[in-house]
């Protein structure tokens, strides 16, 4: 073996070389590594200051569950509301734009939390018309501006109903909102100058403005969408202390007591799975029925040469409300539940179009496209019977308060967010207005409901 070795020993001295060199490379990988890894954890830890967790939702909630939060016996940190949007900013007068800015409405609370300085001064300055904005070195550099020029922040306009469904609004003045503010401060890059929840080594473009100008530019006063939350104990849970502060209108629903029953409504006049999922098993654990509706808005039923406009139409998964109303056939014996692709009309609407069971109507209605523009769609439905209109049949509540439509006095006074065309509507149909207002005139199947109407959300 050692006359082998020494016969070999340039091919083993190269060997043992290239052996050094790879162990080299490697070592020095691994230390580049943990030290590239250990500054991004602590620009990170720099950015987050003293905020040990965060809730940043899509929606907004009431500014007073920091307080209820806070006043939780097993909590002991701190927590600051905030309103924070991402937008655009352009500068007042070059015109220069700076857009993925992360736009954040605080008060002293977040600035203490943060713990980078005592304070931020956002009052206006003497002379001041707009209001304060402190913005970051990043974004500063960006728009070319420093303190006294004036700046236009714009961001989405939040809405409790999804902009790409039926009732959402799409008008750009009612979906875009701006505020115009005064550079009082830049940041310099540490602090808050480079606060972001979201780890990057990219500049930061931040800016900051008082809590209430944002709130007030959402029109959600005493609202916000996020929560910041320091020093909770080791092993704390803020899920399970979420939980046992949070109300239903943080969550957008509102519940409406009935005699012998209530309701469940979302202001998104959708409910999420989520939602759907946890008040089946509520239900169901307390031995409670249900009743789900969901309710659109039919453009026209056509029948041969006649035409109703604009008739509200719920889809059910029974014909009995919990509180035992229910929808009744001309017959006065409880109606069965329409079957696919069949509808049950009440007795106005088979009147006005002399239609009768088993004959086929034409329902077309706005269906919502991938680029929130409206598309005409119609379907074929098979009248299954007549209800009248008493009982569930007579319960204008089964429909939201759709914006523009429940608080018009008459049709033509309806202004919703997509198209209608008022020369369609008939005296009969104001009379029918007056003396039902949003009650449903047709029925289907929950089923079908969802098979025509339902929506990303719920």
Request: no cysteine; hydrophobic share 45%.
């Amino acid at each position: 073996m050692l006359r082998a070795l020494i016969h070999h020993w340039r091919i083993h001295l190269a060997v043992v070389a290239g052996a050094a060199v790879a162990s080299a490379v490697l070592t020095g990988a691994l230390l580049v590594g943990d030290s590239v890894r250990g500054s991004l954890q602590d620009l990170t830890l720099a950015r987050l200051g003293g905020i040990d967790a965060a809730l940043v939702s899509d929606r907004f909630f009431r500014e007073a569950l920091a307080d209820d939060l806070a006043a939780h016996p097993d909590f002991s940190g701190t927590v600051a509301p905030a309103v924070v949007l991402r937008g655009a900013a352009v500068h007042g007068d070059s015109g220069t734009r700076a857009s993925g800015v992360s736009i954040h409405g605080v008060d002293d609370r977040f600035v203490a939390l943060h713990g980078a300085r005592e304070s931020l001064d956002l009052s206006r300055r003497q002379g001041q018309i707009f209001p304060s904005v402190a913005i970051s070195q990043g974004l500063a550099r960006e728009l070319g501006a420093t303190a006294g020029d004036n700046v236009i922040l714009s961001f989405g306009r939040f809405s409790a109903v999804p902009r790409d469904t039926l009732m959402g609004e799409t008008d750009v003045e009612e979906v875009l909102g701006t505020v115009r503010v005064t550079v009082v401060e830049v940041l310099p890059d540490t602090g808050l100058g480079q606060f972001g929840l979201a780890p990057s080594q990219q500049d930061v473009l931040g800016a900051y403005v008082e809590i209430g100008q944002l709130q007030r530019a959402q029109d959600l006063g005493g609202r916000v969408n996020a929560l910041f939350l320091g020093s909770p104990a080791e092993g704390a849970t803020p899920d399970a202390w979420l939980a046992s502060t949070i109300q239903l209108q943080d969550l957008g629903l509102a519940v409406r007591e009935r005699i012998g029953e209530f309701d469940l409504e979302s202001d998104e006049f959708v409910l999420r799975p989520s939602v759907d999922e946890a008040v089946t098993k509520v239900a169901g654990d307390l031995g409670l029925s249900l009743l789900r509706v969901q309710s659109y808005l039919a453009n026209a039923m056509h029948f041969g040469e006649s035409l109703l406009p604009y008739s509200l139409v719920v889809a059910v998964d029974g014909t009995t409300s919990p509180g035992g109303a229910a929808l009744t056939t001309t017959d006065s014996v409880e109606a069965t539940l329409p079957g696919a692709r069949e509808i049950l009309l009440n007795e106005w609407v088979a009147e006005d179009l002399g239609i009768a069971v088993g004959d086929t109507l034409r329902m077309d209605y706005f269906a919502v496209g991938d680029r929130e523009e409206l598309i005409d769609r119609d379907v074929e439905l098979t009248v299954s019977g007549i209800v009248r209109i008493d009982g569930l049949g007579n319960d204008r509540t089964l429909t939201p308060e759709y914006p523009g439509i429940q608080e018009a006095d008459d049709l033509a006074s309806w202004d919703p967010p997509f198209p209608v065309d008022l020369d369609l509507i008939r005296d009969k149909d104001e009379d029918y207005w007056d003396l039902y207002g949003a009650t449903p005139k047709a029925f289907l199947s929950a089923a079908t409901g969802e098979e025509l109407w339902a929506t990303r959300f719920g």
